[in-house]
């Protein structure tokens, strides 16, 4: 038989140079957090988010957390958030006593339902949190006029998002607030990683505080007091240099990695249309007015059942294609401390049951690809 290696889902980006930037952030001795690669790390990110106050952290869940806690949040305020989405992006609310109250997503772009949005918001809301799934944005002018009209915050997850625009607006530039992911999941990692970007200035102070374990240590360590203190409540968010080293490196093959993951999109989506059309599959939905950044390719199988056939299919050909996510209004805790909106979330009960990922990373070859698209195209759905 000829070797046939399994294609994994997902395999971590090398980028060149980061053993190198690894090697000299350990060798400088300066390995704590906020050292020169961090900084070099912020100027590499800050343009690709659009300009906003970036504070690297030690991974999005934790950048959701310091969201949390500069909304100043109290228990029983209530977080309007996607059901369909990460566990990461409801936690950092509820850790503050919040009630999450799960919102709908759109059966086109499986982003929260801006159409919903108004009819669950109260007295006690104090913020919508939006997913941009796959990278493709959510409908922000409506988000955001409502949000504006009810005096809410507007927080980004955006941890799929980075290089995507809204209208010609770079993703993670339109919120009060946006978290970042560098997990080794994503586009750009260093294994565990993420940032908060601040797009309104007057959180930024605060930020720095909450992100140094309380104190006012980022403004001693600029001269600006002489001594620092204590200030607010707080935790430790801030990652080593020596990840911020890996992920200068990254950034810096953006470009590229950028362009290999979209080729790998294009060349599914373009290559397995008529094979969808024909067996009722749905592939993903980007509207005009959005560009992705080629974080997720899905398929939208026409039953469970398909689903199920359609993963051991590819199992068989020793491809991996997981699904997620299980939706969270139901689920163990958010069915325990959450809310659900109105009419309930049954796009979110559907998609997640029909949702598949293929193989996507800026890494597999175009060997790996064709074998993908034979293994998907010889598959048959029940209809
Ligand atoms: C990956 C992800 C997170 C969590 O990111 P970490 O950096 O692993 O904490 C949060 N939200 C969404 C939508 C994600 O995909």
Redesign the pocket.
């Known amino acids: 038989m000829p070797e046939r290696p399994t294609i994994p889902f997902t395999t971590p980006f090398h980028a060149p140079g980061e053993v190198k930037y690894v090697t000299e952030s350990i060798a400088s001795g300066q390995t704590s957090g906020d050292g020169p690669f961090t900084r070099r790390a912020v100027e590499l990110l800050t343009p690709l988010v659009g300009g906003g106050t970036c504070l690297l952290t030690t991974?999005?869940?934790h950048a959701l957390e310091m969201s949390a806690l500069l909304l100043d949040l109290e228990p029983g305020d209530e977080v309007i958030v996607p059901s369909f989405?990460?566990v990461?992006?409801v936690n950092a609310f509820v850790l503050r006593g919040a009630v999450p109250v799960f919102v709908d997503v759109r059966p086109d772009t499986l982003n929260l339902d801006e159409a919903r949005l108004e009819a669950a918001i109260t007295p006690r809301t104090k913020a919508v949190v939006v997913?941009h799934y796959g990278g493709v944005g959510c409908e922000m002018d409506e988000i955001t006029t409502i949000a504006a009209r009810h005096g809410i915050a507007v927080v980004e997850?955006n941890?799929?998002g980075l290089g995507g625009s809204y209208k010609g607006r770079v993703l993670g530039s339109i919120g009060a607030m946006a978290t970042q992911?560098?997990?080794a999941?994503?586009n750009v990692s260093c294994g565990?990683g993420?940032a908060i970007v601040l797009n309104d200035p007057a959180l930024v102070e605060r930020a720095e505080i909450i992100r140094e374990k309380g104190t006012n240590r980022s403004q001693f360590f600029r001269g600006m007091v002489d001594k620092y203190r204590w200030m607010d409540v707080g935790s430790s968010y801030l990652p080593s240099d020596i990840l911020a080293a890996q992920l200068c490196a990254q950034l810096e093959t953006f470009a590229a990695i950028q362009a290999r993951r979209h080729e790998i999109w294009d060349t599914y989506h373009h290559e397995l249309a008529s094979w969808a059309v024909g067996q009722g599959v749905a592939r993903p939905t980007v509207p005009e007015h959005c560009e992705h950044p080629a974080h997720v390719y899905y398929l939208l199988l026409p039953s469970l059942e398909d689903r199920a056939a359609f993963i051991a299919a590819l199992a068989a050909q020793d491809i991996v294609a997981p699904f997620h996510y299980v939706p969270l209004h139901d689920s163990p805790v958010g069915a325990r401390l959450g809310r659900t909106a109105l009419g309930g979330c049954p796009v979110t009960d559907d998609v997640s049951s029909r949702l598949v990922r293929l193989p996507l990373f800026a890494g597999l070859d175009q060997g790996d690809v064709e074998r993908v698209l034979e293994a998907v195209t010889a598959f048959r759905t029940a209809a």
């Open positions: 991974s999005c869940t989405t990460f990461s992006s997913v997850d941890a799929h992911s560098f997990h999941t994503k565990e993420g």
